[in-house]
């Protein structure tokens, strides 16, 4: 089993050949986001994107744990389960172990997978569960109305942090590539087609796919990605990584150092073959993983798309060999043999 | 030289060494053998949390103590009549529970002067008068079993681990059990070290020789067999009894298990268990944490299994949240805390029933949680079914309340009849159950048990959400209404309370007793000892035992109010107490002690006694 659904991850759920459409992944609920706020086009960009995946409905999944963003399930006509903070990737991990038929798919906030859930989510990465996790980034904490979260950037000044806040924040690329995820992707709100490009590969991918998705919160920490969708300038630091070609943006390009590491140059000052070529699915993460770093200084130059996809069993087919086989090799457990293992004794 | 025999009908012997030593396996042996034989019996385990605690010293102190008889018994014993003590330390740590005239065998080779120095022993009390109130037969364990194991191709130090096996044989013999399931035990224990495997085979021989052909020794003792009722027995611990109930209760649920669990003593055997049944269609899962460990075995019962979280107490404190989810949004779970002597990590490996308030109360909000609590270790069996017939039926998490005491302790059990099991299989919703026979409404309830629908991701025309926040009557979504909240609070408590549990059964052959001893839990076995002991002297008491903690009985009420006095001996402050006097205006008489250990059954005759003859 284990080889023949790597790289199929919906291999095992339904299909329909009923014609889907996006009317029919919207449920009757009223969508009470602030208005303007980033979730809207992510909720849309999804709801576009499900049909396309031709899967019975009744076998996808959408659970969440708390904030703005955890609101999604409530607004997807599919099966839903809001819960707690910071803990949809264990609940999640329940499910998808013991429902291999179903596609699930874990919505979190920035608060929610890496302050309160953050062990969950790296084991949850580690493990390799078969789940989409969407980490819907706006580096705050929206529904508790903005203190700064663990990935709002030193001197955050917010209700919480008057004098700014102290603490260096997570890179969640890094983070996930540093607990062993097969599959690590960013994209951003306000571009659809490449949102999209990035769900259909995490779909595809059978494991744990982390997604980050750049969201902006309107009203708490407005324009936090601005530079990425400021026509003047998007295009000019948005390296997009795409597997087998130069990583490049419309006047950079990344370049090996002789010590290995990488740089971001001016790309009319390089020949096209000292320009670093992307593998996602290289073995060794640290090519993902120096990518992970260049968008440090902050929007100097942002690579989004797909850092690292590489293949390994997923945790739920694993759990079900164990089961498989066990049934095969010993045939299938009967109770009353189980009571009488062990020494016994009659009396009469 | 023949030897006398003589009868007895009971016995009570702790096995005392450094937890070095094997104590636990030798106790484990004797138990087998002695099940084998044919008498009832009660063990009580008790070790030092350390893995290998300092050695010869008295917190390093492992023993393992049994209790057998010819005739039914409830208890692990108070106070044994041998002790087998290896070293200096396991007599100093054991002597203070023996009574006058106990026998006690010791293994003079341990008993050296740094040996005697470390637990601040003088002089060897082997060679003074310390002992004068018991009968001492010092024995050079150690010595004898290396020179029975002389011509083994084997170390010294392996030569020496084998001297439990050396006191197991001297045991066995003094106590006329059968030898061939020990020999075939450790043949299979140790198949991959033959020479290791015979040379305990010849250690185990060369005691029991030794029994027969010393003068040390002069008596031998039988204890018949037991008139137990007709069946086929086994012996069984708690964790264990508790595993396969489990397993029990999703074969006659007819769901995969799932369960999502943490390590943590003394509940973790549970999950090593259950994860040696895999091909009963159980998926073990060791989380990260208790809060996935929990979380996972929810998410696993939404998608339609038995999901089951196993630990103990600072492991409940944790798993609360997600137990609170659990509550709203109305689907199965089993939480099975095996409770162990607290606050924080207390005393991992000690006993104690503290965690009833925190299973009744400890969440936020109107939670309430259905609470079932075993009675002795082979009783873990049935509660554990009883615990998922309540979630299934009921849509709601359970807690199952075991504790260190059960887990450990073992007795034999009378295998039930797989036919007699209940069947507590439930439906899961199929199609649209709203009156246009198109919308799905998953809070609307069943009007008997107030259940919801199970409605599992997969099953088309129900697609639905739902979620910890407060829900609307009926259709699930979202509610703010301050009027729907009310109601919602009143459902689920409704709910709980509306549990079909049995009345509680009151034992009272005279029939005219006028003190009640009532418990719940672990506590069973030393009180229906307790009462034995009272009645055969004359006294008069009746006695009734909780396993529904919550909701109670209907007829709890009652049975309270019908006696002059009830006494409730609990290991804990008065938990159970509190909620009787709350719940009935009925002032119980509390008898608490919070020692890590079980009641004594001869502690608790004093006391109930006590409060028959006052006023
Ligand atoms: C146990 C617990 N602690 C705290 C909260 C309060 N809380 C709700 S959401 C949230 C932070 C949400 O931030 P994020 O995950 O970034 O989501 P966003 O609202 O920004 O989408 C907090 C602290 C809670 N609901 N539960
Ligand atoms: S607070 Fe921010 S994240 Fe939350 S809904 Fe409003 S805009 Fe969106
Ligand atoms: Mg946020």
């Known amino acids: ?348 | 030289m023949t030897k006398q025999v003589q009868q007895l009908d009971r016995v009570i012997i702790r096995f005392a060494g450094d937890s070095g030593d094997g104590m636990q396996l030798t106790g484990d042996r004797f138990t087998a053998e002695t099940a084998e034989f044919g008498n009832d019996l009660s063990t009580l385990p008790n070790f030092p949390a350390e893995i290998r605690a300092p050695a010869g010293t008295l917190p390093g102190v492992s023993s393992f103590q049994l209790h057998f008889a010819d005739h039914d018994i409830l208890t692990p014993g108070d106070a044994p009549n041998v002790l087998v003590a290896m070293n200096p330390a396991a007599l100093k740590a054991n002597l203070g529970d023996l009574p006058r005239g106990a026998d006690i065998i010791a293994n003079i080779d341990e008993f050296t002067k740094r040996n005697l120095q470390k637990v601040g022993y003088d002089a060897n009390p082997l060679e003074n008068d310390a002992l004068a109130e018991w009968r001492v037969h010092p024995v050079a364990l150690t010595s004898l079993t290396v020179k029975a194991l002389e011509n083994f191709e084997i170390s010294k130090k392996d030569a020496e681990r084998a001297k439990n096996m050396f006191a197991l044989g001297l045991l066995s013999w003094l106590y006329h059990r059968p030898v061939e399931a020990t020999v075939k035990f450790l043949e299979s224990k140790f198949a991959k070290k033959p020479d290791i495997a015979k040379a305990n085979i010849a250690a185990f021989n060369a005691g029991w020789n030794y029994g027969e052909t010393t003068e040390a020794f002069s008596v031998s003792y039988e204890i018949k067999p037991a008139k137990l009722a007709p069946g086929v027995y086994r012996n069984i611990a708690g964790n264990q009894a508790l595993a396969y109930g489990l397993i029990a209760a999703s074969v006659q649920a007819k769901l995969p298990l799932f369960l999502g669990s943490y390590p943590i003593t003394p509940a973790s055997d549970i999950l090593h268990e259950l994860s040696k049944h895999k091909r009963f269609d159980v998926r073990t899962f060791q989380a990260e944490d208790e809060i996935a460990g929990v979380g996972a075995a929810l998410g696993a019962s939404f998608g339609g299994a038995l999901g089951v979280t196993t630990t103990s107490g600072p492991g409940v404190a944790l798993k609360a949240e997600t137990v609170g989810l659990a509550v709203m949004t109305e689907l199965p779970l089993i939480l099975v805390d095996v409770q162990r002597a607290g606050p924080s990590t207390g005393m991992p490996t000690k006993t104690e029933q503290t965690d009833l308030l925190m299973a009744m109360f400890g969440r936020n909000g109107e939670s309430p949680v259905p609470i079932v609590a075993p009675s002795t270790p082979s009783d873990c069996f049935h509660a554990a079914i009883e615990a998922a017939r309540i979630a299934l039926k009921y849509r709601t998490p359970v807690m199952l309340l075991s504790d260190g005491y059960l887990a450990n302790g073992s007795e034999p059990w009378k295998l039930p009849e797989i036919d007699d099991l209940p069947d507590i299989s439930v439906d899961f919703a199929t199609e649209p159950n709203g009156e246009d026979g198109k919308t799905f409404l998953p809070y609307k309830r069943d009007p008997e048990t107030l259940a919801r629908p199970w409605a599992v991701p997969g099953t088309p025309g129900i697609e639905h959400r739902i979620g910890g926040i407060e829900k609307a009557d009926g259709s699930g979504n979202i509610s703010y209404d301050p009027n729907n909240h009310d109601l919602m609070v009143r459902l689920r408590q409704a709910k709980v309370d509306g549990i079909d549990v049995p009345d509680l059964e009151v034992d009272d052959p005279a029939g005219d007793a006028r003190v009640l001893v009532l418990g719940w839990g672990s506590t069973y076995g030393p009180i229906a000892a307790a009462v034995r002991r009272v009645r055969k002297a004359g006294g008069k008491v009746a006695q009734a035992h909780l396993r529904h903690l919550n909701p109670l009985p209907a007829n709890t009420g009652d049975v309270l109010r019908a006696y002059d006095k009830v006494l409730l001996p609990e290991i804990n402050l008065g938990q159970l107490a509190l909620l009787l006097r709350a719940r009935f205006l009925v002032d119980v008489i509390s008898y608490n002690r919070v020692r890590g250990l079980p009641f004594k059954a001869e502690e608790l005759a004093g006391v109930i006694q006590d409060v028959i003859d006052s006023d």
């Not at chain 1, 929610?112 to 790296?122: K, P, Q, V, W």
């Not at chain 1, 699915?281 to 640290?286: F, G, I, K, L, V």
């Open chain 1, 1 to 348: 089993m284990t080889e023949t659904l790597n790289g199929k991850g919906l291999a095992l759920v339904p299909k329909t050949d009923a014609k889907q459409t996006l009317k029919d992944f919207k449920s009757d609920q009223e969508v009470r986001w602030c208005p303007g706020c980033g979730d809207y086009a992510i909720l849309a960009a999804v709801q576009s994107f499900l049909p396309e995946l031709g899967l019975r409905r009744e076998n996808i999944v959408f659970v969440s744990g708390i904030g703005c963003s955890s609101r999604f399930p409530y607004y997807l006509n599919t099966y839903g389960f809001h819960s707690i903070h910071g803990r949809a990737p264990a609940i999640a991990t329940g499910l998808a172990a013991s429902r291999p038929d179903l596609s699930v798919w874990v919505i979190t906030g920035d608060g929610d997978a890496l302050s309160i859930g953050g062990n969950h989510l790296i084991h949850a990465l580690r493990r390799n569960v078969n789940l989409n996790v969407l980490l819907f980034n706006n580096r705050i904490y929206g529904l508790t109305k903005g203190q700064y979260s663990p990935t709002s950037e030193v001197g955050k000044i917010t209700k919480s942090t008057p004098m700014g806040s102290l603490d260096k924040p997570f890179n969640p690329i890094s983070l996930a590539i540093g607990a062993e995820a097969s599959f690590v992707g960013r994209t951003i709100d306000s571009d659809r087609k490449h949102l999209q490009s990035v769900l259909r590969e995490a779909a595809a991918h059978r494991g744990t796919s982390l997604v980050e998705i750049y969201q902006n919160c309107n009203i708490f920490n407005d324009n936090a990605f601005e530079p990425l969708k400021d026509p003047a300038l998007r295009d000019d630091i948005t390296l997009r990584l795409e597997h087998g070609q130069p990583i490049v943006s419309a006047i950079k390009a990344v370049r090996r150092r002789a010590d290995g590491t990488l740089e971001v140059v001016d790309r009319a000052s390089v020949d096209e073959s000292e320009i670093v070529v992307h593998d996602a699915h290289n073995p060794d993460p640290s090519l993902a993983f120096a990518l992970s770093r260049l968008d440090e200084p902050w929007f100097a130059h942002v690579p989004i798309g797909v850092f690292r996809s590489v293949q390994r069993p997923s945790y739920d087919e694993e759990m079900a060999a164990q089961v498989d086989r066990a049934t095969t090799e010993r045939g299938a457990g009967r109770l009353s043999d189980l009571l009488m293992s062990g020494d016994t004794w009659r009396i009469s």
